[in-house]
């Protein structure tokens, strides 16, 4: 049975930093595309962050630059830290497990919450 686990989310001023983790089981970690997202109140879910297999990262527009992807296969766990926090970043931010068509996987979500 495949388990996505994030941790790390809270409460952060605005310009602050925090760094998400997602730690999987179940699944052979390695070969899946790992990626972040988030869904703010009354908005649709929107990719933060990819990183597949080869270690290659994909970013959405509005967090490059700020925000840093990564993986440790031998932890099984994906990484996203996240730096010069806004406020428009608040939202509950999940992770992503994708293999190819079939094998498509969401945690529970992790709360962040950017405010002073």
């Known amino acids: 049975q495949v388990q996505l686990v994030e941790s790390g989310g809270g409460l952060v001023q605005p310009g602050g930093s925090l760094t998400l983790s997602c730690e999987a089981s179940g699944m052979t970690f390695s070969v899946y595309t790992m990626g972040w997202y988030r869904q703010a109140p009354g908005k649709e879910r929107e990719l933060v962050a990819l990183i597949n297999s080869y270690g290659n990262v994909n970013y959405s527009g509005s967090v490059r630059g700020r925000c840093t992807i990564s993986r440790d296969n031998a932890k099984n766990t994906v990484y996203l830290q996240m730096n010069s926090l806004k406020r428009e970043d608040t939202a509950a931010y999940y992770c992503?497990?994708?293999?190819?068509?079939?094998?498509?996987?969401w945690g529970q979500g992790t709360q962040v919450t950017v405010s002073s």
């Open positions: 992503n497990a994708r293999y190819g068509a079939i094998h498509n996987y």
